[in-house]
Nanobody
Framework: QVQLVESGGGYVQSGDSLRLSCATSVRTFSEFAMGWFRQAPGREREIVAGISTSGTSEYYTESVSGRFTISRDNAKNTLYLQMNSLKPEDTAVYYC??????????????????????WGQGTQVTVSS
């Protein structure tokens, strides 16, 4: 069982920044491809960003490209999402996800929710205009 614990969400003004963290105690964290997803009320869960096991490959959905940065510290078993220039449309519950089954190459990034096997409980991000 892989437990993922997100933190760092909150209520901010448009243009502000937040950094989300996702921690796990699993020692094999470096073998997991990871992703950040979000879900706004009445909408489907969507990929925000993904990162390969090595951290050398990243993916960003178009609406956050240039504003958000995904990163990982394999020594600390932690995933991050730095969110700058936040907009009201970024308001959602943010989830981190781990892909733990199958082979994850050092450069592969995954964007579909069904490609991930474990999820955190989510952290709310609210951006006011």
């Amino acid at each position: 069982q892989v437990q993922l614990v997100e933190s760092g969400g909150g209520y901010v003004q448009s243009g502000d920044s937040l950094r989300l963290s996702c921690a796990t105690s699993v020692r094999t964290f470096s073998e997991f491809a990871m992703g950040w997803f979000r879900q706004a009320p009445g909408r489907e869960r969507e990929i925000v960003a993904g990162i390969s096991t090595s951290g050398t490959s990243e993916y960003y959905t178009e609406s956050v490209s240039g504003r958000f940065t995904i990163s990982r510290d394999n020594a600390k078993n932690t995933l991050y999402l730095q969110m700058n220039s936040l907009k009201p449309e970024d308001t959602a519950v943010y989830y981190c996800a781990a892909r733990v089954k199958g082979y994850n190459s050092p450069t592969s990034v995954y964007t579909g929710p069904d490609q991930y096997h474990y999820w955190g409980q989510g952290t709310q991000v609210t951006v006011s205009s």
